[in-house]
């Protein structure tokens, strides 16, 4: 291969991945009305609106961008990652965009319809050895063997974004809430799961001097909430999130501390009652961090509701109910876990109706 083909090829695929990114229109901006909440409209920036369903699509396309511009991928280098959501599901989406080869390597018991969504988007997966870490080594070894590239999302999601992100979901967000009353929200509130999403909206506001603030949601067993509290930069709870997409066991290197200005720890069963709330009162479907993310978003508005505080607060829509209906969406999946959601789905409701938001075990006031 010539340096001139690699060098067209690079152009080529960077052009299909850019135009796969800009053909998608800003993803939605849905406000959600709360007749009983005066002065203070909330959004759902819906990230479930990308071709692969998920907010990781941003920051897959951010991977991809960069690894292109850098040379390690290149034509007919085939593509590993080590997941069994999102990301596969992107980067076979992805891979397929640039005829390159894709596959995840999966942990044993990934259920059939995440298996199904990557091979819809023509990737090939393998069932990985357990324990789940062990996940993360063979597909790096595949790659070694293969001469591939190992897409690391939870390594490399902070450069990718920082360099190739763009346009990033606070990008949009600020364009799309121009003609609102409130254009500059007092919040915008995030899951961490590479922490890709709230370091990117940090960035942003920093870099364009906004007064909105940054809030983290967290579920139960992460590290970010205490490393966050702690000023502990490296944090590990070895346990692992119930809330698929966010929360983890160790504090990732895209995690960035610095530019959250509140974290809220939610309990799970809050984020299922979130999520349901959502689903049968307001016929938004969403996933489980959605639910965590609204949680915060209640708690939030509602403080601003008591302080007398007019303005907006932005929050996202990471994924799609459709995986979820066995799962959290399933009551009798939600008891198996001794989750009791009904005094937290009371709270959202009363809030909903009233403004009033109940002070309760789950959070200091
Ligand atoms: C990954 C993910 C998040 C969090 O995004 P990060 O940028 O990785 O922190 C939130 N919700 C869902 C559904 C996700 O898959």
């Known amino acids: 291969m010539t340096e001139e083909y690699a060098d067209e090829w690079a152009a080529q695929a960077l052009r299909r991945v850019r135009a796969g990114g800009a053909d998608v229109t800003p993803t939605p901006l849905r406000p959600l009305p709360l007749p009983a909440i005066r002065g203070i409209d909330i959004y759902l920036k819906d990230e479930s609106a990308h071709p692969t369903g998920s907010i990781k699509y941003r920051l897959v396309r951010a991977l991809f961008r960069e690894a292109i511009a850098n040379g390690t991928l290149t034509a007919g280098t085939p593509v590993i990652a080590a997941t069994s959501g999102a990301v596969a599901v992107a980067g076979a989406h992805f891979a397929r965009l640039l005829d390159l080869a894709f596959t995840a390597v999966v942990p044993a018991g990934t259920p059939a319809g995440v298996l199904a969504r990557i091979g819809a988007e023509g990737g090939r997966w393998q069932v990985g050895e357990q324990p789940p870490a062990a996940v993360q080594q063979e597909a790096r070894a595949l790659a070694e063997r293969l001469g591939g590239h190992f897409l690391d999302h939870f390594a490399d999601a902070g450069r990718a974004m920082a360099v190739c992100g763009e346009p990033t979901a606070a990008d949009e967000i600020f364009a799309q809430l121009a003609g609102e009353r ?51 930069a490296d944090y590990t709870t070895g346990m692992p999130s119930r809330i698929p997409g966010i929360g983890r066991p160790r504090t990732e290197p895209g995690f960035l501390p610095e530019v959250i200005d509140l974290m809220i720890p939610v309990p799970d069963a809050a984020s299922v009652a979130a999520l349901r709330w959502l689903r049968t009162a307001a016929g938004i479907d969403a996933g489980p961090s959605t639910g965590t993310h609204f949680w915060g978003t209640c708690h939030l508005v509602a403080r601003m509701r008591e302080a007398g505080v007019r303005g907006s607060v932005v929050t996202l829509i990471g994924d799609t109910a459709e995986p979820y209906l066995t799962t959290h969406l399933d009551p009798s999946w939600v008891r198996a876990r001794g989750l009791d959601p009904a005094p937290y789905e009371a709270a959202v409701e009363r809030f909903a109706r009233t403004g009033e938001w109940q002070a309760g075990p789950w959070h200091a006031r």
């Open 182 to 232: 409130h254009p500059v929200p007092e919040w915008i509130v995030t899951g961490a799961g590479t922490g890709a999403t709230s370091a990117s909206v940090g960035r942003h506001l920093r870099d364009h001097g906004r007064k909105t603030r940054l809030a983290v949601v967290d579920p139960e067993n992460s590290a970010y909430f205490p490393a966050w509290a702690s000023g502990c």
